[in-house]
């Protein structure tokens, strides 16, 4: 393992046992075919409890629909890119030489997304408990407070909100196809609900903005829907 890699592990406090989960973790799909996605997918979710968790020790009074608003706020890309640029994530992370060229090492949804992919790789490694241990270490510069609640919602906490409220599942998404080269990629993204057979689709330069795209579209379905 590399020095820079190393000096990683120690800022994650975390010494992996399978030292090619971090390796894996760190590896952009523009670099090598045994690439991040998988454990960026993985660490999403991880990410989302162990900040639900955080959320609701920390903020006791505040109701279900508001954590949800600050959740989304606080793990969003923008959050994950300081997060990111903090840990000192662009030393090390590989990537092909288009998109080292093309300025990949500071682009903040590949940032976003290595560090989701670090935290799933420290969940495999070492279990839930510390994975979630890491969550809380990364948020401790982060302010959290009631007020965040106020802030406009994303249209992914919209649309779940929207079905939550009417007792329905919560939407699926799925990438329906992607264009361009690895250092400039267009995602295809479909979100369903599959209780009213709807579909819609929104394309983005990342997963996370095509997912955002496809739930404004199905709100803007469902909205004119009930006119």
Same mark, same amino acid.
């Given at each position: ?114 560090? !989701?992919?670090? =935290? %799933?790789?420290?969940?495999?490694? $070492?279990?839930?408990?510390? #994975?979630? &241990?890491?969550?809380?270490? @990364? ?60 579909? !819609?689709?929104? =394309? %983005?330069?990342?997963?996370?903005? $095509?997912?955002?795209?496809? #739930?404004? &579209?199905?709100?803007?379905? @469902? ?5």
């Amino acid at each position: 393992m590399n020095g820079g890699l190393s000096s990683l592990q120690a800022r994650l406090q975390h010494s992996f046992s399978d030292p090619r989960l971090l390796e894996r973790a760190v590896t952009h799909r523009s670099f090598s075919p045994d690439h991040n996605e998988r454990l960026e997918f993985l660490g999403d979710s991880v990410l989302s409890l162990a900040v639900s968790s955080l959320l609701y020790d920390r903020l006791r009074d505040l109701p279900e629909g508001d954590l949800s608003r600050i959740r989304a706020n606080l793990v969003r890309q923008d959050t994950l890119h300081r997060l990111a640029l903090e840990l000192g994530v662009a030393g090390v992370i590989r990537l092909g030489e288009g998109e080292a060229r093309s300025g990949g090492q500071k682009r903040p949804s590949i940032l976003a997304d290595t560090l !989701e992919a670090l =935290i %799933g790789a420290v969940y495999l490694d $070492a279990g839930y408990g510390t #994975a979630e &241990a890491l969550v809380h270490r @990364l948020f401790q510069t982060v302010q959290i407070n009631p007020q965040m609640a106020a802030t406009a919602k994303d249209p992914k906490t919209e649309l779940q909100e929207w079905l939550q409220g009417r007792k329905m599942k919560l939407p699926g998404y799925r990438v329906v196809g992607t264009q361009g080269a690895a250092h400039q990629q267009t995602f295809d993204v479909e979100c369903e609900i599959a209780e009213l057979n709807a579909a !819609e689709r929104g =394309i %983005g330069g990342s997963r996370r903005a $095509a997912e955002q795209a496809a #739930a404004a &579209a199905m709100l803007s379905h @469902l909205k004119a829907k009930l006119k």
